[in-house]
């Protein structure tokens, strides 16, 4: 076997590697985006007298599910990103994996706050566990400000800044990341500090930017998957 040959399967072998590891990075983060009918599903069991109240929770436990695929779907995207990101700069990528394990414990908890409230029902506790289920509904809000209002942006700003550099996807979608951590922490603290409320049309503007960079980066990834090129320069190094 020549060199020109070996080197010609080398990099289609390393071509293909990549491709797979953008697909799959792409699926991880289009799944992230299964939980949003949570908010009519969890409408039931956040209302104040639900524990009191009698009929089917399956919406809340379906919900719980949902959110649970998420959180492990965005430790999967950091996880299959992580070999390749790496090679540009290894602090940032293990931050990266790092704030998306405290992402999504984050989720875990919450949705154990609400399925809390379920077996507060299931067990007929009646009217003294009131102000427990309303404790429970105001920590899994709370939560979730912390956990997917806050932590998003450090994950996302981490993320276009490496694929930013590495020119992995365009620079153009990197940006979009890079400018929408920012606004999603100004909603975060207008919201932590009374100035809007946490489930106001401003609270998810400034949520939008980073919803659309994961989701755009979610169908690049599966469609176009990472610039050759740059993919190249990086296994070089």
């Not at 290894?90 to 154990?112: C, D, H, K, M, Q």
């Not at 106001?200 to 690049?220: C, M, N």
């Amino acid at each position: 076997m020549s060199a020109d040959t070996a080197t010609a399967r080398t990099t289609a072998t390393s071509q293909a590697s990549h491709r797979r590891t953008a697909l799959i990075a792409g699926i991880f983060y289009l799944l992230t985006f299964v939980s949003i009918p949570t908010l009519a599903l969890y409408r039931p069991v956040k209302d104040a007298n639900h524990v009191l109240g009698s009929g089917s929770d399956t919406s809340a436990i379906v919900g719980g599910v949902l959110e649970i695929i998420v959180a492990i779907a965005g430790i999967g995207t950091a996880v299959v990103l992580f070999p390749i990101l790496k090679k540009q700069n290894e602090s940032a990528a293990l931050g990266l994996v790092a704030a998306r394990i405290v992402e999504s414990a984050t989720i875990f908890v919450g949705v154990a706050f609400l399925l809390s409230i379920v077996t507060l029902r299931k067990a007929g506790t009646g009217p003294d566990a009131l102000s427990t289920s309303h404790a429970l509904v105001a920590m899994y809000d709370r939560i979730f400000l912390l956990g997917q209002s806050f932590i998003p942006a450090i994950c996302d700003l981490l993320l276009g800044t490496l694929l930013y550099r590495s020119r992995l996807v365009p620079r153009g979608l990197s940006m979009i990341g890079i400018a929408g951590a920012p606004i999603l922490v100004v909603g975060y603290v207008a919201v932590l500090f009374g100035g809007i409320h946490q489930h106001s049309s401003l609270a998810g503007l400034s949520a939008l930017p980073v919803a659309a960079f994961e989701f755009s980066l979610g169908v690049w990834f599966v469609v176009k998957g990472f610039d050759p090129r740059a993919a190249a320069e990086l296994e070089a190094r």
